[in-house]
């Protein structure tokens, strides 16, 4: 799953790609930029002084070959062998329809986005299912967090939230018909453990409703999300200035 999410966050958008099919992977990036930026389980990436440049190399390219061919399998990703350079990886809806890649910005349903500076600062590397189902939560509760009239929604990473681990997995909790996660109450917790220990989330005690001034019956724990704080360890590099072209 995270190779894939990796891609999705790298594939050009119906806007960007110009005369490349929407969801088109740059061939700047080769397989070990990838395993890189995914890093697979680890068991995987122990290291091995014995091990040559050469060795590394061919496991993390076989990594990424095995991976691509399960998206494949799945019509997430189409992939095309081309002889004496790497293959072109054009990357498909999400929904496994095999259409192509879409922009869901501005559409009413919830699409979770994963800022792009969580993968390259590389701290989505060192991620496992307890801080990637500890981001999804905190971006899903600061979706759905109250506001005052006139205020908009946050952005990626960012927001204030307070919810309890129930209302993730009961889209009966207000508002019905929430976004719920496939992962376990206790996987959540402890991914959101995870980043407040890391300083991604912070916490404070409240009282008082910041929204509506009024008093809380119990005092609650107020969340805020600060994973932009990753955009300084990175440097952003505008896709207009890569070839228009197939490479």
Known sequence: MKLDLVLRAIALPPNRSGRRKPGFVLRDWASEDLYDLAAPPPRLRRERSDRTAAEERHL???????????????????????????????????????????????????????????????????????????????????????????????????????????????????PKGHTVLPFAPSTIETGLAKHLASGLITKKKIRTDPVTNRRLVTERNLYTNHFDTLDKRVRRVPVESAPDGED
């Open 60 to 174: 993390k390219r076989k990594w990424v070959a095995d991976q691509l061919d399960k998206l494949a399998e799945l019509k997430l990703v189409d992939v095309t062998s081309d002889p004496g350079r790497r293959s072109k990886i054009v990357v498909l809806r999400d929904d496994g329809s095999g259409r192509s890649f879409d922009d869901p910005a501005g559409k009413d349903e919830l699409y979770l986005t994963i800022r792009g500076s969580v993968i390259a600062s590389g701290h989505f590397a060192t991620w496992g299912a307890p801080e990637l189902a500890g981001y999804f939560a905190a971006s899903i509760a600061a979706y759905y967090h109250p506001r005052g009239a006139g205020r908009g929604r946050s952005k990626p990473g960012t927001g204030t939230w307070w919810r309890q681990l129930s209302w993730f997995k009961d889209d009966q909790m207000d």
